[in-house]
Nanobody, 115 residues
């Protein structure tokens, strides 16, 4: 069974930073493309960043220069470093992958940016 578990969210002041973590099991993490999405209240879920098996990354325009995605095969974990956070970054952040023709999601971790 595939499981994706996010952690690391919380309340942070504007300009602050957080590191989100996604632990994956049930997939071959070494070959799977992984992604981070987010969904703010009343808005559609949107792609934040992707990271391929070879380490190649891609970012949404709002994430470029502020967010950084990485992965470590030793512990089947993907990270999302969030820097220079602003109130508009407030959202639930989700880990996603596609494996054997199916799409899998974690339950999300909440990031709230507020003074």
């Amino acid at each position: 069974q595939v499981h994706l578990v996010e952690s690391g969210g919380g309340l942070v002041q504007p300009g602050g930073s957080l590191k989100l973590r996604c632990s994956a099991s049930g997939i071959n993490f070494k070959i799977a493309t992984m992604a981070w999405y987010r969904q703010a209240p009343g808005k559609q879920r949107e792609l934040v960043a992707t990271i391929k098996a070879d380490g190649a990354t891609d970012y949404a325009i709002f994430a470029k220069g502020r967010f950084s995605v990485s992965r470590f095969w030793s512990n089947n974990t993907m990270y999302l470093h969030l820097n220079s956070l602003q109130p508009e970054d407030t959202a639930a952040y989700y880990c996603e992958t596609q494996w054997r023709g199916r799409e899998f999601w974690g339950r999300g971790t909440q990031v709230t940016v507020s003074s």
